[in-house]
């Protein structure tokens, strides 16, 4: 079992930049591939970016690419999310997720992963 814990919300004006941490507890984290999530009022909950256990493969959901960029460090058990550019329609509460195993591939359904934090919140001002 692994805990998931968010941080670094908050509201920016369009254009800016937050980073969001994900910091996670309990079982070898290393051990797991972890996705940000997004879930904007009145919408359903949607992929933003994952990474693989070990880094080495990340995938981005076409509306953030070239603007997130996500990372994560082994040794500190967190994983980040870099959110440049940001605009209003980024304005979401933002969830991680880890998922079990060691894979080489990304998986952006949500009902893939079976450990989630609680959702910083990101509002993002025009």
């Known amino acids: 079992q692994v805990q998931l814990v968010e941080s670094g919300g908050g509201l920016v004006q369009a254009g800016g930049s937050l980073r969001l941490s994900c910091a996670a507890s309990?079982?070898?984290?290393?051990?797991?591939?972890v996705g940000w999530f997004r879930q904007a009022p009145g919408k359903e909950r949607e992929f933003v970016s994952a990474i693989t256990w070990n880094g080495g493969n990340r995938y981005y959901e076409e509306s953030v690419k070239d603007r997130f960029t996500i990372s994560r460090d082994n040794s500190e058990n967190t994983v980040y999310l870099q959110m440049n550019s940001l605009k209003p329609e980024d304005t979401a509460v933002y969830y991680c997720a880890a998922r079990a195993g060691i894979y080489s591939y990304i998986v952006s359904r949500s009902t893939s992963y079976g450990y989630w934090g609680q959702g910083t919140q990101v509002t993002v001002s025009s």
């Open positions: 309990g079982r070898t984290f290393s051990n797991y591939a």
